[in-house]
């Protein structure tokens, strides 16, 4: 998965949560597989791969669907990027 930063954001880490936050809640960053990648924390354990729901203040649980997903495990307490698809229009 290419998921590096195309904006210009410098110390994003990406390939595993953090115990303690790395970065503001809610920061977001443009990814080169065209997605967007959101900060945030976890309220319970979220599987690699499983659709995110993201309540007030950037807090994150599981769920069934959405536009949404974990990019790797996040432990219960933890922080971590989701990613989201992002919109291409095509002329």
């Not at 977001?28 to 203040?57: F, H, K, P, R």
């Not at 971590?80 to 291409?88: A, D, H, I, R, Y």
Request: hydrophobic share 40%.
């Amino acid at each position: 998965m290419a998921n590096y930063a195309t904006d210009g954001k410098v110390g994003i880490e990406r390939s595993g949560s953090d115990t303690s936050p790395a970065h503001r809640l809610g920061t977001t960053v443009a990814a080169a597989d065209n997605t967007t990648l959101i900060y945030v924390y976890a309220n319970e354990a979220i599987a690699s791969g499983t659709g995110v729901e993201l309540a007030a203040a950037f807090t994150a649980s599981a769920s069934a669907g959405g536009e949404l997903t974990a990019l790797y495990a996040i432990a219960s307490g933890e922080y971590g990027w989701v990613s989201k698809s992002t919109l291409t229009v095509s002329s």
